[in-house]
């Protein structure tokens, strides 16, 4: 497994920005897909955007497409999340997942998934 801490979570006004960050260590980074997900309370985690291990591919939940957008920095171990024009539905914990196999171009399943921050909060207030 692979050890992931998240930042840059805090409180953010409806149309506003903010840019997650996830640092990666304890495996080999630049080799395995990377995935947000979100839980907001009283729901169910659910799917923002992954990433490949290459970087080369991106996927998007409907709810965020165009407006947020996932990248990664395989040199600092790090994937990030740029969420721009937020909403108030935005507001939920938010968590890097590291994909389990290697070379992956990215999934939308949480069982895909084996190593997870411990999450950071993101509140949009309207």
């Known amino acids: 497994q692979v050890q992931l801490v998240e930042s840059g979570g805090g409180l953010v006004q409806t149309g506003g920005s903010r840019r997650l960050s996830c640092v990666a260590s304890?495996?080999?980074?630049?080799?395995?897909?990377m995935g947000w997900f979100r839980q907001a309370p009283g729901k169910e985690r659910e799917f923002v955007a992954t990433i490949s291990w290459s970087g080369g591919s991106t996927y998007y939940a409907d709810s965020v497409k165009g407006r947020f957008t996932i990248s990664r920095d395989n040199a600092k171990n790090t994937v990030y999340l740029q969420m721009n024009s937020l909403k108030p539905e935005d507001t939920a914990v938010y968590y890097c997942?590291?994909?389990?196999?290697?070379?992956?171009?990215?999934?939308?399943?949480?069982?895909?998934?084996?190593?997870w921050g411990q999450g950071t909060q993101i509140t949009v207030s309207s």
């Open positions: 304890g495996r080999t980074f630049s080799t395995y897909a």
């Open positions: 997942a590291a994909h389990r196999n290697m070379f992956s171009s990215g999934s939308y399943r949480l069982p895909d998934y084996d190593s």
